[in-house]
């Protein structure tokens, strides 16, 4: 069950591209890397059900040093505002531990379609979107910064994303937070949630039968450098672009891809056989 070199460069693809995209907008990148892990484990023969948790799992981790370098490039840039961060954060990591603990434990179908209508969902959001005009000051609220956080991380855990595709559009229409200081927070804020849903799959998958090699529960160490490898030095690039252009111009390019990722996840092309 070893990778071959058509899996291996296409992990060191899709860790550019997500690095940038965490950067850029904010987000994790699990859209673009749990469909492609998720492929390379299967196509070596991993059950599907483990296959799926793997990607969950090594994704979270992989969001880690992403998300970091990201977060520390947009605090240069006073866009991180840390008490939202870290409240949103650490609420949101214990949330996302107890939410990868329930994926550990349901079928990999129910799984993969969940992650394919979430990832949906969030294209069709984006495209509807348009963010408002924000002439109030960003919100300061504890106890509005934990109720938001709690859930998003049990269902950032759950489907196995950092959870900045959930948390910048909340940051913006319910925060009050300008679109930077939405997409700077996000960044800070998945360094938690990672935390807190990797450990968990970690936990969870220790003696599993069917792991493929260089994993330690749900975690595939493997995988994990070949993303990190590439996403974290990009994620540097993404963030300081964020400042530069208007991210509006990539938005299209991401709802499709978004919508791809989704529609393959849930089984549309299978079921119409369409070999794409």
């Known amino acids: 069950m070893e990778l071959h070199a058509i899996q ?8 550019i591209g997500v690095g940038f995209a965490s950067g850029l907008l904010g987000v994790g990148g699990c859209f673009i890397m749990v469909p492609v892990q998720y492929w390379a484990l299967t196509s070596i023969g991993v059950d599907p059900t483990i296959a799926i948790r793997i990607a969950f799992g090594t994704n979270l981790l992989v969001v880690l040093p992403t998300a970091f370098s990201g977060a520390m490039t947009h605090h240069r840039k006073g866009a991180v505002l840390w008490k939202a961060g870290v409240t949103l954060g650490i609420t949101g990591a214990i949330g996302a531990f107890f939410g990868a603990f329930i994926a550990s434990h349901l079928p990999g179908k129910v799984l993969t379609f969940a992650f ?3 990832v949906l969902l969030g ?5 509807k979107a348009k963010p408002p005009k924000i002439t109030e000051e960003p919100s300061e609220s504890l106890a509005g910064f934990i109720l938001w956080g709690f859930p998003l991380g049990i269902f950032s855990g759950i489907i196995g994303i950092g959870g900045g595709v959930l948390m910048v559009p909340i940051m913006v229409f319910f925060l009050k937070f300008k679109i930077h ?6 960044t800070a804020l998945m360094v938690f949630t990672a935390v807190g849903g990797s450990l968990s799959f970690l936990i969870n998958g220790l003696g599993v039968q069917g792991l493929p090699p260089y994993s330690t529960g749900y975690l595939n160490w493997l995988q994990w450098i070949l993303l ?5 030095p ?9 400042h530069r252009l208007p ?3 990539l938005r299209y390019i991401f709802i499709a891809v978004m919508a791809y990722m989704g529609l393959k996840m849930i089984g549309v092309f ?4 369409l070999p794409i």
């Open 116 to 118: 394919g209508v979430a």
């Open 270 to 273: 299978a079921w119409l056989h």
């Open 123 to 127: 294209a069709i959001r984006m495209l």
């Open 228 to 232: 990190a490898g590439c996403s974290v």
């Open 181 to 186: 200081q939405a997409v700077g927070t996000s």
């Open 234 to 242: 990009m994620a540097i690039v993404g963030a300081r672009s964020a």
């Open 8 to 15: 291996i460069i296409a992990l060191l693809i899709t860790g």
């Open 247 to 249: 991210a509006a111009q």
